[in-house]
C-alpha cells in the first residue's frame, strides 16, 4: 500500500483529507507541526509527502529544504490559494508541485498520482536484456538503462521530477520544449498548468547538470544544449 505523510496543522483539514486519501486506498501518517513532521519524515518508508506551508515550530518551506538535504522522496505542498510567494518559495526549497487551499479532492488525488508515476518512471527497471545507452552532452552524461546521471564524473543526485525532466530533455536534445509541453509530459497535467513549477524545477536542475546545459529560449521553452 502506498504510504503518505501529511503534515498538517489544522485539525479539521488534517482529519478530512487523511481520511479522504485513505478511501482512495493510500496509508496516510499525519504530523501537526513542523518538526514533528520533520521527525516522521526522517524515519523514511513515506513514498510521498504532502506539506502544507503554513506550520508551528518549522514551518513547510524549511521543512521541505531540510528534507532535501538527505532525502529526494516526492513532495507535494498546500499553499493558500494566491499566495504566489508561498508557492514559489515551495518549488524553489525542493517541492515537485503543489495545490491550493482549500484542497480540491480529485485535484489533489490527480497530483498525487502523477508524482507518484513519475517517481516509477524515475526507478531503474529489472532487467529485461536490453542495455540502455549511454546519452553524451559535454560532461554530462545520462545513463539510460540504471539512470544514473554524471557531471565531469560525479554522480548527481536528482529528484524524480528533475531526473525526469532530464531525461525529456535528452530524448529530444537540442530541441525547443515549450513549457506546456513539459507540463503534459512531465508532470502529467491533462490541462494548462503553472508554468513557474517548470522555470523552477528547471533552475534546480541547472544547478545541478549546468547553467549552461538547458538553455532558455526567450517566448518558447528550454532546450538542452549538446556541445
Known sequence: ???????????????????????????????????????????????????????????????????????????????????????????????????????????????????????????????????GATLAFGELSVDTGSLEVRRAGQRLELSPTELRLLLEFAAHPGIVLERATLLRTVWDYGWDGDSRVVDLCVQRLRKKVGAERIETVRGFGYRLNTT
Do not use: N, W
Open 1 to 131: 500500500m502506498t504510504s503518505l505523510l501529511l503534515v498538517e496543522d489544522d485539525a479539521v483539514i488534517r482529519t478530512s483529507v487523511s481520511l479522504a486519501l485513505e478511501r482512495y486506498g493510500y496509508h496516510v501518517t499525519t504530523a501537526d507541526d513542523g518538526l514533528s513532521g520533520l521527525e516522521a519524515a526522517q524515519t523514511g518508508g513515506h513514498d510521498l509527502l504532502l506539506l502544507d506551508v503554513m506550520l508551528p515550530s518549522l514551518d513547510g518551506i524549511s521543512l521541505c529544504r531540510k528534507i532535501r538535504e538527505t532525502s529526494q522522496v516526492p513532495i507535494l505542498m498546500m499553499s493558500a490559494r494566491g499566495d504566489g510567494l508561498d508557492v514559489v518559495a515551495g518549488l524553489e526549497g525542493g517541492a515537485d508541485d503543489y495545490v491550493v487551499k482549500p484542497v480540491d479532492l480529485p485535484v489533489l488525488v490527480a497530483r498525487i498520482r502523477s508524482l507518484l508515476r513519475r517517481t516509477t518512471i524515475a526507478q531503474p527497471q529489472p532487467e529485461t536484456g536490453q542495455v
